[in-house]
C-alpha cells in the first residue's frame, strides 16, 4: 500500500514538471516571434461602424473677387473762349482788356477752358505802347493756354507791306507748330479736349492759302478741324473774300471742318452752310460760321467774349456772350437769340 502511493506521488510529480516546461517553453517561442500589425484605426473605426468611408472633403476655394470694372469717363464738356476786335481797348481802355484777361484766368478750371481765340484787330497803331498794352493782355492767357490768334487790317501796316503782328510775342506763343504759311501769315495749331483732336487754322487778314489747308488737313484725318480768319461774312450772312475761297475749295473736301469764326464786321451773325459726304443726297454735315463785333459801341459793347461750351456726348456747342467787365451776360443791343443759342450736332 505504501508502495502504491509512492509511485502515484512521483507520477504526479512529474507530470508537473513537464507541465511547467512545456509553459515555459511556449512563453519562449511567444517572446521571440514578430507580433501581427496594427489595423488601421480609421478603418476599424469603419468597418465597426458599418459606414462606408466618405472621402476626405476637399476645402472649398472661395474665387477671388473679380475687380469691379472702372467705368469709362464720360468725356467733359470743355469751353473755347473767343475775342473779337479789341484795338480801341487796346488803346485807351486798358482796364477792359484787364477784366477780360482776369476773368478768363481765373474761371479756367470753373469753365474748364480748354483754347483761347482772337479773331484779330488786337491792336491799332503801331506804338510802343499799343504793343505793350496788347502782351500784357495776351500773353498771359496764352502761356498757360493754348490758343489762336490771328493777324487784322489793323495788326498790319496800312499799305499790307509790314505784319507787325506776326513779330508780337503772343504771335510767337501760337506759330510754334508745324510750317506756317507766308512768314506767319497764316498758321495751324492742334489741340486735344472733349477726347477729340483739334486742328486749328489761323488765317490772317486778306490770305487765300486753300491748296495750303488741304495738305494740313490731310495729314491730320482723324481731327476736327476750325478756322479763325479775321473777315468774311456780314451781318447779312454774305461770304466774302478768303472766307469764300474756304467755304468752296477746303470745306466740301475736308468731311471734319466744322466751324469757321470770324470778326472784322460789325455786329453779329451765323451762317449753318450743310454738305453732302457720302453722296447719298441728304446734306448730313453742317459747317458753322459765326461772326462778332461790338467795337463801335464804346458805351455798351465793352470786354465781350464769346463762350462756346463743346459737350461731346451730344456733339453740341452752346454759344453765350458775356462781359466781365459789365459782369454782363447777353450784349443788349441784340436779341437774346443772338446772344445765347445752341448749335446741334455741330463738330
Same mark, same amino acid.
Given at each position: 500500500?505504501?508502495? $502504491? #502511493?509512492? #509511485?502515484? +506521488? ?12 512545456? $509553459? ?21 473605426? !469603419? ?25 469709362? @469717363? ?6 473755347? !473762349?473767343?475775342?473779337? &476786335? ?7 481802355? !486798358? &482796364? ?5 484777361? &482776369? ?13 483761347? =481765340? ?17 502782351? $500784357?493782355? +495776351? !500773353? ?32 510767337? +506763343? ?10 506767319? $501769315? ?16 489761323? =488765317? ?6 486753300? %491748296? ?29 473774300? @478768303? ?59 465793352? %470786354? ?9 456726348? /451730344? ?19 441784340? /436779341? ?6 445752341? +448749335?446741334?450736332?455741330?463738330?
Amino acid at each position: 500500500m505504501k508502495k $502504491a #502511493l509512492a #509511485l502515484l +506521488l512521483l507520477f504526479c510529480l512529474l507530470l508537473t514538471a513537464g507541465m511547467q516546461n512545456a $509553459a515555459r517553453a511556449e512563453s519562449e517561442a511567444s517572446a521571440t516571434s514578430t507580433p501581427p500589425s496594427m489595423p488601421t484605426p480609421t478603418a476599424i473605426s !469603419v468597418i465597426l461602424s458599418g459606414v462606408s468611408p466618405s472621402p476626405t472633403p476637399t476645402p472649398a476655394l472661395t474665387p477671388s473677387p473679380s475687380p469691379a470694372k472702372t467705368p469709362t @469717363p464720360e468725356p467733359t464738356p470743355f469751353t473755347i !473762349v473767343w475775342m473779337s &476786335d479789341t484795338q480801341n481797348m487796346t488803346r485807351d481802355q !486798358v &482796364d477792359v482788356l484787364d477784366s477780360m484777361r &482776369d476773368w478768363i484766368l481765373a474761371n479756367r478750371e470753373k469753365e474748364n477752358i480748354q483754347f483761347v =481765340i482772337h479773331t484779330g484787330d488786337v491792336i491799332d497803331g503801331f506804338t510802343p505802347a499799343m504793343f505793350e498794352n496788347a502782351a $500784357a493782355f +495776351l !500773353v498771359p492767357i496764352l502761356e498757360v493756354l493754348p490758343g489762336m490768334v490771328v493777324s487784322g487790317n489793323h495788326d498790319i501796316s496800312k499799305d499790307g507791306s509790314q505784319w507787325y503782328f506776326t513779330q508780337r510775342p503772343y504771335a510767337q +506763343l501760337v506759330q510754334k507748330e508745324g510750317q506756317t504759311y507766308r512768314d506767319g $501769315a497764316a498758321c495751324y495749331v492742334t489741340f486735344r479736349a472733349g477726347g477729340t483732336d483739334f486742328l486749328v487754322f489761323g =488765317i490772317g487778314y486778306s490770305i487765300s492759302c486753300p %491748296g495750303w489747308m488741304q495738305q494740313i488737313i490731310s495729314e491730320h484725318p482723324e481731327h476736327v478741324v476750325i478756322t479763325v480768319i479775321h473777315s468774311g461774312m456780314a451781318e447779312n450772312g454774305h461770304i466774302s473774300g @478768303p472766307m469764300k475761297a474756304i467755304l468752296q475749295e477746303v470745306a466740301p473736301l475736308s468731311p471734319r471742318f466744322r466751324l469757321m469764326l470770324c470778326g472784322h464786321m460789325r455786329g453779329s451773325a451765323t451762317r449753318i452752310d450743310r454738305f453732302d459726304d457720302d453722296h447719298d443726297g441728304e446734306k448730313e454735315r453742317s459747317v458753322t460760321i459765326m461772326m462778332y463785333n461790338y467795337q463801335e459801341d464804346r458805351a455798351n459793347g465793352l %470786354g465781350f467774349l464769346r463762350l462756346l461750351r463743346f459737350d461731346p456726348l /451730344t456733339r453740341s456747342i452752346e454759344v453765350s456772350t458775356y462781359s466781365p467787365w459789365f459782369d454782363q451776360w447777353g450784349y443788349p443791343k441784340t /436779341t437774346d437769340q443772338e446772344n445765347h443759342f445752341i +448749335l446741334e450736332n455741330a463738330w
